[in-house]
C-alpha cells in the first residue's frame, strides 16, 4: 500500500484575483482547469515544482480561512522573488521558527499559506 502526496483544496471566488495572486505574485502555473459549462465557477490545478495546489470556485469545496503548511527548499530564494514583485495586498517576512524557516501568507479569500524550509540537519544544507 503506498499513498501519494495530499493536494489541497483551496476555496476561491473571484477568478482574476487568485491568478493575480497565485500566478503572478507566486509564480505558480496553471495546469489545468474545468467548468462544467462556460459560466459554471471554475476548479483548477495550479503548480510550482512539486507542489500541487487545487482552487475551486464551487460552493462546498474547502472553507474559506484554511490553513496549508507548504514543505520546500529554497526559501530565501522564495522570499527574495517574491519581495520584489509588486503586490500591494502582501508583504511576508521570512521568520525563524523551531520545525525551520518560514514565509506565512493569506490569500485574498482568506486562505493561509505557510512555506516552511526544515532546518539543515547534521550540518548538511538544504
Known amino acids: ?10 476555496r476561491v471566488f ?20 474545468h467548468r462544467f459549462e462556460a459560466d459554471f465557477p471554475r476548479y483548477a490545478q495550479i503548480s510550482r515544482s512539486d507542489c500541487l495546489l487545487h482552487l475551486s470556485e464551487h460552493h462546498g469545496d474547502g472553507t474559506p ?3 496549508v503548511f507548504l514543505p520546500m527548499h529554497g526559501i530565501a ?12 495586498f502582501a508583504r511576508p517576512g521570512l521568520e525563524e521558527a523551531p520545525w525551520g524557516r518560514t514565509v506565512d ?3 485574498p479569500f482568506g ?4 512555506f516552511c524550509e526544515p532546518p539543515a540537519q547534521n550540518g548538511g544544507g538544504s
Do not use: C
Open 14 to 33: 473571484d477568478q482574476a484575483k487568485a491568478d493575480e495572486f497565485y500566478l503572478d505574485y507566486l509564480g505558480f502555473r496553471t495546469d489545468w482547469e
Open 65 to 67: 480561512g484554511s490553513a
Open 77 to 88: 530564494e522564495f522570499h527574495a522573488e517574491i519581495s520584489a514583485r509588486d503586490y500591494r
Open 111 to 114: 486562505n493561509q499559506l505557510r
Open 105 to 107: 501568507i493569506t490569500d
Open 1 to 10: 500500500m503506498r499513498f501519494d502526496r495530499a493536494v489541497p483544496i483551496l
